[in-house]
């Protein structure tokens, strides 16, 4: 078909599930998460034979697919049986039916029973490329792992995807400070000479500290290095140099790298 407009008037119908779950896909990822929203599909054990699945928001592929808020559904576990392990597993399940020309879309939670033994392993499942057009694809929420007739954990096997806010605060911040000659330089036990920076003047006082780093100097009579102590949460440079730093040209710039 060569290349169309999406987010565009064409004068019909024209954008289709592949379309937005293209887009999904490249600002998500191609691969399949559960959201930072709701309850992130909570695992609840009901009984020995229910497992509920609260609600969520995920994207698998590109396809959005969810369960609302205050809602829940509620798997069926077959019974166990005495003196064997069994594995299950809760997996969402992406269906597209290409009997008609309509190509319908369906996604619903499965259980795919594994099979009874001394040692429980986990059943197979299927994996299908979405984005190419695969008919079906299960995304695996949950490991159900039966010991006899009880229900003994329920395992999350899926990962989360942060959404913007998450990412701004966990985002790595940098900050730039200058040091000039005046400071004193203490002597240490270990011979060398110290000078230290408090940093809560150009950072937020809850700041976590990464690393610190100098990455400009000049008029310095000797090497200088630097470090970070979060317990003072101050720079520290040492120095062979009792003075390292010669006349009032001298400086040293250092960046700290914090969350």
Known sequence: ?????VTGLRGKEHVTSADAGALNAGIFGTGRYVMN????FAAEIVSNNIVRIKSGDLVNQGRHIRIEVNDYEDMTIENGAQSVKRNDLIVMRYKKDTSTTI????????????????????????????????TQDDFPLYRVSLNGLNIEKVTPLFSTVPNLNELNTNMVKLATNTMRKGNNWSKSGGGLYYNNHPVDTILPSDAIIISALIIEWSGLSAPIDICFSETTREVQFTSESYMPLVNSNSYVKYRIAYI
């Open 1 to 5: 078909m060569g290349a169309y407009i």
């Open 103 to 134: 190509e319908l879309e369906s996604a619903e939670l499965v259980v795919i029973k594994g099979t009874a033994g001394a040692t429980a392993t986990d059943p197979t499942y299927t994996s299908g490329d979405i984005l190419a057009g695969a």
């Open 37 to 40: 929203t709701a309850e992130q």
